[in-house]
């Protein structure tokens, strides 16, 4: 999945979280944190900086694996150099 912006990470984040059956709860009681903070963040509404997404992913057992590439070309533009 490419990232781009928060939402990618949060989306990408909950995927994970669906399909190891982890829960917000599963974060709270880690974390020792209240169930509405964790409710915001991950409903994007709190910035959500990289110690809060790695205390997350610990959280629920999971590891980030991390790769930066070139952006690729975007193929949807309808111009041409030739006209």
Do not use: E, W
Request: charged share 25%; proline share 1%; with cysteine.
């Amino acid at each position: 999945m490419i990232i781009n912006t928060q939402d990618d990470i949060l989306t990408l984040f909950k995927m994970y979280m669906k399909n190891t059956k982890h829960t917000q709860v599963d974060i709270c009681k880690a974390l020792n944190l209240k169930d509405s903070g964790v409710s915001r963040t991950l409903k994007g509404k709190n910035s959500m900086t990289i110690n809060t997404l790695l205390n997350y992913v610990n959280a629920v057992d999971g590891q980030i694996v991390l790769d930066i590439i070139p952006k690729q070309k975007d193929n949807t533009d309808n111009t041409s150099k030739d006209q």
